[in-house]
């Protein structure tokens, strides 16, 4: 046993929460047959690197991460479409990672973060902050004291006998309290993660956790900051939990591999046109929205890629009369 011990402390909520993950996961396993199919997996790869890019605010719609990982030239922030194909290659290398291996995290991060910063496949030398917006949410500890933090906490996970599910959300939240590299530790931190859960059970090496960690972001941070402010992991431990439960409850099982069922978002936008015709403006105002840009990202453009909705106009995708439908 590590003699590190991140503070910690069991809840009824956390217990219910693994319970329910455990059994959602079970019923997958057998009505999946264990088979996850190739085509859904490179699916949720493109989905969990566009959301976890969009909490750290790249702007690329899901279109065209998807376009730069067939290998298209797109028009962008060249910045950003390197971020694309970094976040690609890092968790292209998920398999092959050992979870337990600080070198193989500062390898990822060095994909991750190639060209990007100076300081890719290192620790950070200077002070770090996580911020949400402006607002300063956690100071990290100083930088001569990351190398150690990082290596007592790989111990400890590696040696302690708390359940997979519950240990790796533990990890998260002590790995964004160290903050251990200059950029990417929350992209590096939801990798990990998820590397972490696929070593234990293979299907959260595909499933898209991201996507609903990005539609709850202000939850994401008030759980961060109520673990700080309380000196315990426990709320940030049942905040991923519950993201984990929700993601998998909109899992349906198709044939012999798992099928992607919907996105929450998505859902609320098929209620909302019902068996009208709307104009994106219509849609907006019924989903109670004002952001177009927002809407388009997250409602719109992912509900025309999975063949939700459909325009009246297609052959001209920007007509200013252009109005939408639920696809028969």
Do not use: C
Not at 66 to 92: C, D, F
Not at 109 to 129: C, D, Y
Request: charged share 25%; aromatic share 8%.
């Amino acid at each position: 046993m590590s003699k590190y011990q991140p503070p910690f402390h069991m809840t009824d909520k956390i217990i219910n929460l693994t319970a329910a993950i455990s059994e959602q996961l079970g019923q997958i396993k057998i009505l999946s047959k264990g088979s996850i199919t190739p085509h859904l997996r490179k699916e949720n790869r493109i989905r969990t690197i566009y959301s976890s890019l969009a909490i750290e605010h790249n702007s690329l719609s899901s279109e065209q991460v998807t376009a730069i990982l067939e290998g298209k030239r797109i028009l962008g922030n060249p910045v950003e479409i390197r971020e694309v194909k970094n976040a690609y290659t890092a968790y292209e290398m998920m398999l092959t990672l050992d979870p337990y291996s600080v070198d193989d995290l500062l390898k990822a991060h060095k994909a991750m973060m190639n060209e990007l910063i100076s300081e890719n496949g290192r620790f950070r030398s200077g002070g770090v902050g996580v911020f949400n917006g402006k607002d300063l949410v956690h100071m990290a500890p100083p930088a001569n004291m990351v190398p150690g933090q990082m290596q007592d906490l790989f111990t400890w996970y590696k040696t302690s006998e708390i359940h997979p599910l519950i240990r790796s959300a533990i990890f998260h939240y002590e790995f964004e309290f160290i903050h251990p590299f200059a950029d990417g530790n929350g992209r590096m931190g939801r990798l990990w993660h998820s590397l972490l859960l696929g070593h234990w059970n293979e299907i959260f090496y595909w499933l898209p956790v991201e996507e609903l960690i990005r539609s709850r972001q202000n939850e994401y941070y008030e759980a961060l900051g109520k673990s700080d402010s309380d000196a315990d992991s426990s709320a940030f431990a049942a905040f991923l939990l519950q993201v984990i439960l929700d993601t998998l409850q909109n899992t349906a099982v198709v044939g012999n591999g798992v099928e992607e069922q919907t996105d929450p978002l998505i859902d609320k936008l098929r209620k909302a046109i019902g068996k009208d015709v709307l104009s994106a403006a219509g849609i907006m105002k019924r989903l109670g929205l004002s952001h177009r840009p927002t809407f388009r990202q997250n409602y719109l453009n992912p509900a025309l890629r999975h063949g939700v909705i459909e325009m009246t106009i297609p052959d001209k995708p920007n007509s200013r009369n252009q109005k939408y439908r639920l696809k028969k």
